[in-house]
């Protein structure tokens, strides 16, 4: 199989209602369409989360970093590439491009997932998926940022607190892994938006929370413009980490 047959493409416009008060695309959109594009790559090389329901797995997202150098504008054309670049035995990694309508690479990514069992929630064994012919769309198509780093929040300092609603549980009953990244942006005024842009975002994600769930956030600075944060839900269990750089 040829390289460029590992890699899928999917094109989208800055919607006016997916962008900010810059008119530049949010992360929370952009992160959205990433996942979309996860979820369309898999399901066409037939390990995507329709396949695996069927048997009673699902993918979920373990860690997530984005790094853009230029967000979309309203109404502009944009594309993400996707590919994998890793497979273990209880995680892929997988990457993506970023690329703006001339096709000039704007921003890329870094993801590492992991397949679990819908009854257990524990991970399963990747290379037994489909004989392992998931291996067979290894790439090695270059992703120029580094890897999610690992992030230690020692600030017990509450920056922000959020009881998880309707709008925040998605289709497997949890908090969307979304709607953290645009919970996390709500802790910084609209000032720093005006002033500077999101240049790179991580996320781990450790657990699982739900609907009721008392989210609450505490922010570390950790250099001039460098954030760890980290959230746990009901005063107990970490279930988010992330780290946010601005430009």
Known sequence: MSEENKIGTYHFVAEPFHVDFNERLTMGVLGNHLLNCAGFHAEERGFGIATLNENRYTWVLSRLAVEMEEMPKAYESFSVQTWVENVYRLFTDRNFAILNADGR???????????????????ADLLTLHNGSITEYICDKDCPIAKPSRIKVSEDTVAGEHRAKYSDIDINGHVNSIKYIEHI???????????KRVHRFEMAYVAESYYGDKLTFYRQQTGDNEYDIEVKK???????????IFK
């Open 105 to 123: 690479p704007i921003g890329y990514a870094r993801s590492i997932w992991a397949m679990i069992s819908m009854e257990t929630r524990k991970p």
């Open 185 to 195: 942006l709500d802790l910084f005024p609209l000032q720093t938006f005006r002033e």
């Open 234 to 244: 009901n005063d107990t269990e970490v279930v988010v980490r992330s780290k946010l």
